[in-house]
Each structure stands twice: as C-alpha cells, then as structure tokens.
C-alpha cells in the first residue's frame, strides 16, 4: 500500500491523531488539506511535525494514491470535490455512512472510525467498521494512535460516541465534581485533584480484571460511608440520567446516507 497519507482537516482530532501516531508517520509522506491548513502550522512547528506538507485548496481536492483521513466537519466534506482515487478512506466523520462516503470518493476501503481526543497521548478508544476486508497496514494505522476496536455494524460506529467520543467530556464533569467535593471537605484543590487523578489511575487498572460491580462491592461495607453515598445518587437518578444522555448522542448521530 502507499506510502502517502493525507489528512482533509486540521481541527482538534487531527492534531490528536497526528500527535499520537507520530511514530507511524517515519518513512512516509504526510500532508493536510483544507481552506487554510496554515492555521495548524503552530501546532505541527511545536510537535516536530513541520515535515508535513500544507495544501491551501479552494473546491478540489487531489486524493490519488494516498490513505485519506477524512478529520474535517462533517458539513464541510461539501464544501471540496475530490480528484482521483484514494487507496483506502478512513472517515472519522460522525453520522456520515460509507454509502454516503461512496458517492463522492472513490477507493476501493472504506473505513469508518470513531477516535476519541486521548490520540492526542496515544491513548484513543477507537471503534471502527468497513464493509469490506481492509489491509492490515489500516489496522496498524488506527491503532497507532490508541486502541482499535472492530465492530461488526456501521451503526456501532456512530453508538460508539458514548463509550469513546463523548465519554472524556462526561468523566472530565464527573471527574471536576469530585474534586469540588475534596476542597469543600477541606482538602487544597491541588491536592483533591493529584488523589483524584490517582483515583482513576487505579480504577483503569482494576477495571482490567474486575467488573465495575465487584470493585462496587469490594468497597461499600455494611451500613458504610460509601453505599451511603451510593444511594444518595441512585435517588438523584443519576446512573439513569447518564444512560439518558447517552442515549440523546446515539440519536444525534444517526448515519447520513
């Protein structure tokens, strides 16, 4: 496969993407493409990605032999008509499907994939779902930025938005309230964040051989501080408010097709 890879886009989740596949980029030709790529150039100067090449396109774009990274707004993907044919399409393009994708790029992958910002540290939770056979070298590139996860139906892809897209945004909320509830409880702020932080760290790693519900049990005692607060969020409804808000996202990103 080639050797080319070119990005159309160049807001949040490519910088994430470019940072955290930095090492799979070695040996191969990397460019951006857009209105006004320049406006990444900072970015790419600051993480040692200057070897990148900046295309400035009006309405075509040139995709000939090159895996497309399709990381722009999903509306935008209008605004340009695509020349040539591209050697695989990967599209992290909430609510747009392939057969979308297909009557405006031509290649013979299509690859919907669904990152999350951690690309930024290597980190990502990434779902992904092409209709065909891909090349391992598409797995490798997804992965090469966090965890690829292969679902067996396009829609997944978009329902994935609530256990990778959006879930950082909904633990960063939860994540601030408990550090809060440290500094009401007298703890310094910084202090309340480094436990909290290390909080997670040590959930992360429990999480890899328990399930949520026996590290539950493992800390709530009898007539305890812990269930006590426990109940006190099952009668806010907070476990079905998340579900609700979960559920909101999946609709939002129903495919466009």
């Known amino acids: 496969m080639t050797n080319k890879i070119l990005f159309i886009g160049y807001g949040q989740i490519t910088r994430a993407i470019l940072k955290g596949m930095q090492g799979a980029l ?9 209105k006004d790529p320049s406006k ?18 009006d309405k075509s774009i040139e995709i000939t032999d090159s895996v497309v990274f399709l990381t722009l707004k999903p509306h935008a ?39 999350n910002v951690a690309a930024f540290l290597g980190l990502s939770a990434t779902t992904y779902f092409s209709p065909t056979p891909i090349p391992k070298e598409l797995t490798d590139l997804l992965a090469s930025f966090g965890t690829a996860v292969q679902v067996d139906k396009e829609e997944l892809v978009d329902a994935s938005m609530v256990t990778n897209g959006s879930t950082l945004a909904f633990l960063s909320l939860f994540t601030q309230a408990l550090i809060d509830s440290g500094v009401r409880a007298g703890l310094p702020y910084a202090q309340s964040k480094e436990l909290v932080s290390q909080s997670f760290k040590g959930f992360s790693a429990l999480l890899a051989t328990k399930s949520p519900q026996e590290i539950s049990q493992s800390i709530c005692t009898p007539a305890g501080a812990t269930i006590e607060g426990l109940s006190v969020l ?22 466009k097709s």
């Open 26 to 34: 070695a040996g191969r030709s990397v460019s951006i493409a857009g």
């Open 40 to 57: 990444i150039a900072p970015f790419l100067k600051q993480e040692r990605l200057d070897f990148i090449t900046l295309q400035t396109c």
């Open 77 to 115: 993907l209008g605004a340009f008509s695509y020349t040539g044919q591209a050697s695989a399409i990967l599209s992290a393009l909430a609510g747009v499907s392939i057969q979308f994708l297909q009557a405006h790029l031509q290649a013979p992958h299509f690859v919907r994939f669904m990152p």
């Open 234 to 255: 099952e009668e806010k409804g907070v476990r079905g408010a998340i579900m609700q808000a979960c559920h909101a996202i999946a609709r939002r990103y129903k495919p």
